[in-house]
């Protein structure tokens, strides 16, 4: 605990990091019609009745006058996928606004697309807060989306996800001769991993293939012409082996022809081969869709940032099917 006396302002930044917030781009126009636009996370909300919302902004910031002398502006939740909208409105010396679609709110002020949330303000107070000043603006106007918002937690981007509902079963507590719970990382990825396979593989039954003919025909749909050694290492993760008399069949099915280059046999997609990848994939992406409704988009993309992260802490050096040649040919070589 910092004491009296020895308070410390960067450690004080630190703690206050530790909550998490949303990220939000508040607009505006200057006297002469110039937009306007900062990232902010001071972003908050006042009172229901009247709608009442807060910020605050440094008084060092070049756009305090702005913001001082239009009493109205925008504020805009910004989704996951605004990532990259946020640190440029974070950034100075640039056209913020270059490329940016605009909507048309109930005033002149920017209005941007794809947000979670927008709020369009006019100024009912402004404080001294410190280094800062505080807007409080009363709510003219709103709109929200079902996109999953960005969220701001220790100097890092990062997404939320819900805990089940209080209704939901939590896991029990093991029987004391055994260890093994539901609560273990292991068991949950795979019975996720082999419930979301045992959908898609009723719906592959109806293509006579089975998902080891999916993952080949996936892996020649996004890196064509290779050899059986190569397919391998490519699926690997799967605990299966490619062998050449699946290779062959998928031949048979005209799926793939072979060719034999430099002594070896490699494999190539055909058009009938691709035609049938695509439409696995769109049976993939359905399964996919079916769990995001249910999940959620904003749960549903923080699932595939930790489990990303836990593929590439776990990777035992497989090769990246999304690689550039040149570096896929080194990480081979």
């Given at each position: 605990?910092?004491?009296?006396?020895?308070?410390?302002?960067?450690?004080?930044?630190?703690?206050?990091?530790?909550?998490?917030?949303?990220?939000?781009?508040?607009?505006?126009?200057?006297?002469?019609?110039?937009?306007?636009?900062?990232?902010?996370?001071?972003?908050?909300?006042?009172?229901?009745?009247?709608?009442?919302?807060?910020?605050?902004?440094?008084?060092?910031?070049?756009?305090?006058?702005?913001?001082?002398?239009?009493?109205?502006?925008?504020?805009?939740?910004?989704?996951?996928?605004?990532?990259?909208?946020?640190?440029?409105?974070?950034?100075?010396?640039?056209?913020?606004?270059?490329?940016?679609?605009?909507?048309?709110?109930?005033?002149?002020?920017?209005?941007?697309?794809?947000?979670?949330?927008?709020?369009?303000?006019?100024?009912?107070?402004?404080?001294?807060?410190?280094?800062?000043?505080?807007?409080?603006?009363?709510?003219?106007?709103?709109?929200?989306?079902?996109?999953?918002?960005?969220?701001?937690?220790?100097?890092?981007?990062?997404?939320?996800?819900?805990?089940?509902?209080?209704?939901?079963?939590?896991?029990?507590?093991?029987?004391?001769?055994?260890?093994?719970?539901?609560?273990?990382?292991?068991?949950?990825?795979?019975?996720?991993?082999?419930?979301?396979?045992?959908?898609?593989?009723?719906?592959?039954?109806?293509?006579?293939?089975?998902?080891?003919?999916?993952?080949?025909?996936?892996?020649?749909?996004?890196?064509?012409?290779?050899?059986?050694?190569?397919?391998?290492?490519?699926?690997?993760?799967?605990?299966?082996?490619?062998?050449?008399?699946?290779?062959?069949?998928?031949?048979?099915?005209?799926?793939?022809?072979?060719?034999?280059?430099?002594?070896?046999?490699?494999?190539?997609?055909?058009?009938?081969?691709?035609?049938?990848?695509?439409?696995?994939?769109?049976?993939?992406?359905?399964?996919?869709?079916?769990?995001?409704?249910?999940?959620?988009?904003?749960?549903?993309?923080?699932?595939?940032?930790?489990?990303?992260?836990?593929?590439?802490?776990?990777?035992?050096?497989?090769?990246?099917?999304?690689?550039?040649?040149?570096?896929l040919a080194a990480r081979l070589g």
């Open positions: 605990m910092t004491a009296p006396g020895s308070f410390n302002p960067q450690a004080f930044r630190s703690a206050l990091s530790t909550f998490t917030t949303g990220v939000t781009i508040i607009t505006t126009r200057t006297p002469d019609g110039e937009s306007v636009g900062i990232t902010a996370n001071s972003f908050n909300s006042v009172s229901l009745n009247p709608p009442l919302v807060l910020w605050s902004l440094a008084k060092s910031a070049l756009s305090l006058a702005a913001f001082a002398e239009n009493r109205h502006w925008n504020v805009h939740v910004l989704s996951h996928e605004q990532e990259v909208l946020s640190g440029r409105f974070a950034s100075r010396g640039e056209d913020k606004f270059a490329g940016v679609d605009l909507d048309s709110g109930i005033n002149d002020i920017p209005l941007l697309h794809d947000c979670t949330a927008r709020f369009q303000c006019r100024t009912a107070s402004m404080y001294e807060g410190g280094d800062h000043v505080i807007f409080v603006g009363e709510v003219l106007a709103f709109d929200k989306s079902e996109r999953a918002p960005l969220a701001f937690q220790s100097g890092q981007y990062a997404l939320a996800a819900r805990k089940p509902h209080n209704g939901a079963r939590l896991a029990a507590e093991p029987p004391p001769e055994c260890s093994y719970t539901e609560d273990l990382l292991g068991y949950l990825v795979g019975r996720a991993h082999y419930q979301l396979l045992d959908e898609l593989r009723r719906l592959l039954h109806s293509q006579k293939i089975d998902e080891h003919g999916f993952f080949v025909l996936s892996v020649l749909c996004i890196r064509d012409n290779l050899n059986l050694t190569e397919i391998n290492n490519y699926v690997a993760y799967t605990g299966k082996e490619v062998s050449q008399s699946m290779l062959l069949f998928l031949e048979k099915q005209g799926y793939i022809a072979i060719e034999e280059r430099s002594g070896e046999q490699r494999f190539v997609l055909t058009a009938a081969g691709r035609e049938v990848s695509l439409e696995q994939i769109a049976l993939a992406k359905a399964v996919e869709q079916q769990v995001t409704e249910k999940l959620g988009i904003g749960d549903a993309q923080a699932l595939k940032i930790l489990l990303k992260r836990l593929i590439q802490i776990s990777d035992p050096g497989l090769p990246d099917l999304w690689a550039p040649a040149p570096q």
